[in-house]
């Protein structure tokens, strides 16, 4: 299957700070990527879906300028926590889209990424 | 209502046995289906996709039956690295995977 990358794979960080979280897929282009955060023993929950060259579509209840995200090229989308905070603690994971002839589109995850905030 | 719903589970069994996993959508548009598989602390994985005239892919059997929106999930023989989450996941007419909540297997020795 296809591979999306992500980074940082853990961070943690003070209270306040703004966290950049990388997205890449690398043998295939991605015009629409997908962002999900995941609490402990819960389901993902999507937080927005970014396409190449405009701007993301958040989910309900997600805060777009909070969560910033920006989708510059094909391959890469990158998810800003901004200010964040002890309850934005969660695991981060991207995902991909990647359309094949006859196939139903699939989407490939990256690893995740765990952010912890003091 | 939610849009995806799975089995409760926890699913304990023993090595060897067939497992079958539940799933219900409530969206009659949905599109695609498919089975992913979460390890803890890591990504889901695509496990297989679902198709209208049921697929098998060696131990692993999925059916979709759109009348009553049911998809399911069948393990043969499982083996202790089958252990991990089962989701169900739903593609509706636009571009949005919705994720069921997730199944909990663990093959015991």
């Known amino acids: 299957g296809a591979v999306v990358s992500q980074h940082p794979s853990w961070v943690i960080c003070k209270s306040g700070t703004s966290v950049k979280i990388e997205c890449r897929s690398l043998?295939?282009?991605?015009?629409?990527m997908f962002w999900y955060r995941q609490f402990p023993k819960q389901s993902l929950m999507l937080m927005a879906t970014?396409?190449?060259?405009?701007?993301?579509?958040?989910e309900q209840g997600v805060e777009k300028d909070k969560f910033l995200i920006n989708h510059a090229s094909l391959t890469l989308s990158t998810l800003t926590v901004t200010s964040a905070h002890p309850e934005d603690s969660s695991f981060y994971i991207c995902?991909?889209?990647?359309?094949?002839?006859?196939?139903?589109?699939?989407?490939?995850f990256g690893p995740g990424t765990r952010l912890t905030v003091l | 209502r939610k849009e995806v719903e799975q089995d409760p589970g926890p699913f304990n069994v023993p090595e060897g046995a067939t497992v079958a996993f539940n799933c219900t959508y409530s969206?009659?548009?949905?599109?695609?289906f498919f089975w992913y598989r979460q390890d803890c602390r890591k990504e889901p994985k695509l496990l297989m996709s679902?198709?209208?005239s049921g697929n098998e892919d060696g131990r692993f059997t999925a059916q979709l039956n759109r009348a009553s929106q049911y998809i399911s999930l069948l393990i043969r023989d499982s083996k202790l690295s089958d252990s991990a989450t089962y989701l169900c996941?739903?593609?509706?007419?636009?571009?949005?995977?919705?994720f069921g909540p997730g199944t909990r297997l663990s093959v015991l020795p």
């Open positions: 995902s991909a889209r990647e359309r094949l002839a006859g196939e139903p589109d699939t989407q490939y």
């Open positions: 043998d295939f282009q991605a015009t629409t």
């Open positions: 970014s396409n190449e060259g405009s701007k993301a579509t958040y």
């Open positions: 969206n009659s548009a949905s599109q695609s």
């Open positions: 679902v198709y209208s």
């Open positions: 996941v739903v593609r509706d007419y636009g571009q949005n995977f919705v």
